[in-house]
């Protein structure tokens, strides 16, 4: 997909996670609880330029 100028804050709500337990994102530390990304989603950085991609991975602590 081509870039977009001053595009739209992107959030994605993930499933399956139990909204009991806290989950830690790999890439910049930032710890969260389970209900939170079931119910309010994950903010995805803005990443510039065409045809990028973002790898989420979570980890239950």
């Given at each position: ?5 001053n ?9 399956g ?7 830690c994102?790999?890439?910049n530390?930032e710890?969260?609880?389970?209900y939170e ?17 973002f790898?989420?991975v979570?980890?239950e602590?």
């Amino acid at each position: 997909m081509l870039t977009e100028p001053n595009p739209p804050l992107c959030r994605f709500r993930l499933k399956g996670l139990d909204p009991d337990k806290t989950y830690c994102l790999q890439y910049n530390g930032e710890v969260y609880k389970g209900y939170e990304l079931l119910y309010f989603g994950l903010s995805l950085p803005h990443l510039e330029g065409d045809f990028r991609s973002f790898l989420v991975v979570l980890e239950e602590i």
